[in-house]
């Protein structure tokens, strides 16, 4: 077997990887957009703002997030594939797949160094800094350690370090021993990876069906005792207000406060992490964050959908009634994004004024009217990506997959990103209607959209087998 | 309440369905009386969770209709889909909840829901109501699925594979339940599996699938009395290889000794005695030995 080919199978097929090339082209086409049909100031932005993140040492342990990313998706397929009692006996798997996740680590450290100018000391560092980004997903999805021994302790570092710009500049004053540490720590959190140790371990810590992925060790104390818990007594209450009910309870039961402390706890969490950190190189770069905290905000409410399929199978719920529980309860998780998105805004603006007072009413304003207009443009394709799950139709989305789903996903909030940020900076960004106009359009668009996902349910379910 | 009164829990009228190219089901016509213990037979991809899912109406017929409690099975009102308890093949369960916890929350739903049975089906089948769903081994899940099912008297209950993952022990207690039950609350109900000699000591009707059609669909007595093994001994002469009375379906062995799969043939076991001058020894035949010829095959 080629090596490595057992790690590009587990981590593309055919559809992933058109995915993941179209997510790449968007990004590349609204940047083309940008520099070939935008403005002078909309160009100079662009550029600009990358240029800035580059050039500010203050600025690199925030660039750590990028290759983040790969290293989550890498760390997450990698894990639920060791994670298996199987993967013990495929013989040398460990071995195969080994070098192509350190490979994958460097190509992905690598952009990032390459893009900078000046000598070789700071892009050696960026490029450490880069790989220890890539490494610590395996640590914090490792399923042999609690999140109290994993996640914490390196949050705990990371806020110290990022919050506290003296610490931070005298690590960046030593930085042939920092990057010492960051490379040790990158190569130890890798080679942890594919001790067999490690993988003896592994076996038998699989979590519940159902609980992956989150902090197993928090939602199993906390599961048992949310409020939802105590409201279901009595009789039947067949309205829609008690499916609805049931509805979050299944979904969100598993935490202590429901639904509500999910959204605002991950909302507030990447808003304090990307718009603190932006903050800290300057105020607007701060601001600009929204964008991206918007994104995260955006997917964080898909990725927990309400479940209205599997074992609603065999609730005692007509066809016609389903409809009305599925529409509402997605109206209903959009409104709960709204409400995140305001939050959120708020939380990173009055974070931002203890760093760079004043608190400017007029931009949290304009972010917010901004980002709420995003959120309506990107309503009807979530609502219908957050429905997904229910459509059984072969040539509907369930045939993209879950990865597939989350990029589409992805590219719907980006898109909706990109129009947010061309209402709070007209004339910047090739969207050059006049203001009116443009919310005239979105309201417009929203409200169609609305009806048309409203037939389409009543269409499935009045017309379609449910599973 | 809407729904027969002594007349049939469901009916398909002519029901195709199709998937694709794949037909599932092929001009199903079938009336099963309220009240009856039904088992559903057939190999695997025969039919019978399709069958199964077109009852409560989560498929919709490619062709014809299915009427379930009197009721559009399409159009099934939340009363009557409150009436009716199913266990699915594989059970879908709220994986973070704790067992105590996920009955508390699908009781809500029923109005009959009976808290006596539900103590004492988790007693009896030894379920744990602390243990987290997620963990579960598939047998305690198929238990579950059972406490379920049956927990709010239901009038019609629909059991897909429901012992397949039982322990021996398990088992029994459910058989035994389900006979308990048959004879006190009088549900119709339909047991689909592959383990025919549950089946058997549970069901009064069968019906069997075959590639989407019934080929068989009768009172199980009438069916077994209909069908007979003879141990046949020729003590004077030979048997030969092939014998020709047409009421001999199977035949294994010849010369001396036979073993013979009959069909109707009640009435000519006298004849048969004398012609060929041998003992015979007739036994009943089970549903597992009948099977094949239920669906047609050799």
């Not at chain 1, 931070?168 to 004053?173: H, V, Y």
């Not at chain 1, 964050?289 to 955006?298: E, I, T």
């Not at chain 1, 459509?391 to 369930?398: E, H, L, T």
């Not at chain 2, 309440?1 to 002519?14: D, L, W």
Request: proline residues 7%; aromatic residues 8%; hydrophobic residues 50%.
């Amino acid at each position: 077997m080629i090596p490595g080919y057992a790690l590009l199978r587990l981590l593309w097929t055919r559809t992933r990887l058109l995915i993941v090339a179209g997510l790449f082209g968007l990004v590349a086409v609204i940047f083309a957009s940008v520099l070939v049909l935008g403005s002078t100031a909309g160009r100079d932005e662009l550029i600009g703002g990358l240029g800035l993140a580059l050039a500010n040492p203050l600025a690199h342990p925030v660039l750590a997030i990028w290759p983040m990313l790969p290293g989550c998706a890498v760390a997450a397929h990698l894990t639920s594939l060791l994670q298996l009692p199987r993967s013990w006996v495929l013989p040398g798997l460990q071995r195969r797949v080994a070098a192509p996740v350190v490979i994958l680590g460097l190509l992905a450290s690598l952009p990032l160094p390459l893009l900078m100018a000046g000598p070789v000391g700071p892009r050696l560092f960026v490029f450490l800094l880069g790989l220890a980004g890539y490494a610590i997903p395996f640590l914090l999805l490792e399923p042999t350690l609690s999140p109290g021994s994993a996640a914490l302790p390196i949050f705990a570092v990371a806020a110290v370090v990022l919050l506290n710009p003296p610490v931070l500049a005298q690590l960046l004053a030593v930085r042939p021993s920092t990057g010492a540490v960051l490379a040790l720590l990158a190569g130890g959190i890798l080679a942890r990876q594919f001790r067999p140790e490690t993988a003896r371990r592994r076996l038998g810590t699989l979590a519940p069906i159902g609980m992956e992925g989150r902090m197993r060790w928090f939602a199993a104390r906390t599961a048992e005792h949310s409020k939802g818990a105590r409201d279901w007594t009595g009789g039947p209450r067949r309205t829609l207000r008690f499916w609805l009910r049931a509805i979050d309870y299944e979904t969100f039961g598993l935490h202590r406060h429901g639904a509500w402390w999910m959204f605002f706890r991950s909302a507030f969490l990447m808003l304090f992490l990307y718009g603190l950190f932006l903050g800290l190189i300057d105020r607007e770069a701060g601001g600009v964050g929204f964008s991206f905290a918007y994104v995260v905000v955006l997917l964080l409410t898909l990725m927990y959908r309400p479940r209205v399929a599997g074992a609603w199978d065999c609730r005692p719920v007509p066809r016609n009634q389903r409809i009305r529980i599925a529409w509402t309860s997605s109206l209903g998780v959009a409104a709960r994004l709204l409400l995140a998105i305001v939050a959120a805004a708020g939380v990173s603006e009055a974070l931002l004024a203890l760093i760079h007072p004043p608190l400017d009413f007029g931009k949290v304003g304009a972010e917010l009217g901004a980002m709420v207009t995003a959120a309506l443009v990107a309503l009807p394709g979530m609502q219908w990506i957050d429905l997904r799950h229910v459509y059984r139709d072969p040539k509907g989305p369930r045939m993209l997959g879950r990865p597939g789903m989350r990029a589409l996903a992805m590219l719907v909030a980006i898109l909706s990103a990109v129009i947010g940020l061309s209402f709070l900076r007209p004339g910047r960004l090739p969207l050059l209607w006049p203001l009116p106009v443009r919310y005239a359009v979105v309201l417009g668009v929203a409200v169609l959209a609305q009806a048309l996902f409203y037939r389409n349910l009543t269409r499935y379910f009045l017309h379609e087998d449910l599973v | 309440m809407t729904g027969p009164v002594g007349g049939y829990a469901f009916e398909f009228r002519g029901v195709t369905k199709r998937f694709k190219h794949t037909v599932a089901l092929d001009r199903v016509d079938l009336a099963v009386p309220a009240g009856a213990v039904v088992g559903l037979i057939g190999r695997n991809g025969s039919g019978k969770s399709t069958l199964l899912r077109h009852v409560v109406g989560l498929y919709l017929p490619s062709e014809g209709a299915c009427v379930t409690l009197g009721q559009a099975a399409a159009a099934l009102d939340a009363g009557t889909l409150a009436r009716i308890g199913v266990v699915q093949q594989e059970a879908d369960f709220i994986p973070w909840m704790r067992v105590g916890q996920q009955l508390r929350y699908l009781s809500s739903f029923y109005d009959r829901w009976d808290r006596v049975l539900e103590d004492r089906l988790v007693r009896d089948l030894e379920l744990d109501r602390t243990a987290r769903i997620g963990t579960l081994p598939p047998g305690n899940l198929q238990k579950l699925a059972l406490v379920l099912a049956f927990c709010h008297h239901p009038d019609l209950v629909l059991l897909d594979e429901p012992v397949s993952a039982l322990d021996p022990l398990a088992r029994e207690a459910m058989l035994r339940f389900l006979l308990e039950v048959a004879r006190t609350d009088g549900p119709t109900l339909v047991v689909s599996s592959h383990v025919l000699r549950d089946v058997e000591r549970v069901v009064d009707r069968v019906i069997c699938l075959e590639q989407g059609r019934v080929t068989e669909h009768a009172e199980l007595d009438e069916l077994l009395e209909r069908w007979a093994e003879w141990k046949v001994t020729a003590h004077h002469g030979t048997l030969p290889q092939h014998l020709p009375e047409p009421w001999v379906v199977q035949q294994e062995g010849a010369g001396r000794e036979a073993r013979l799969l009959v069909r109707d043939a009640a009435g000519e076991l006298q004849a048969f005695r004398s012609a060929y001058r041998a003992e015979v020894e007739v036994r009943p035949v089970t549903l597992e030995r009948l099977f094949p010829r239920l669906i047609g095959r050799p």
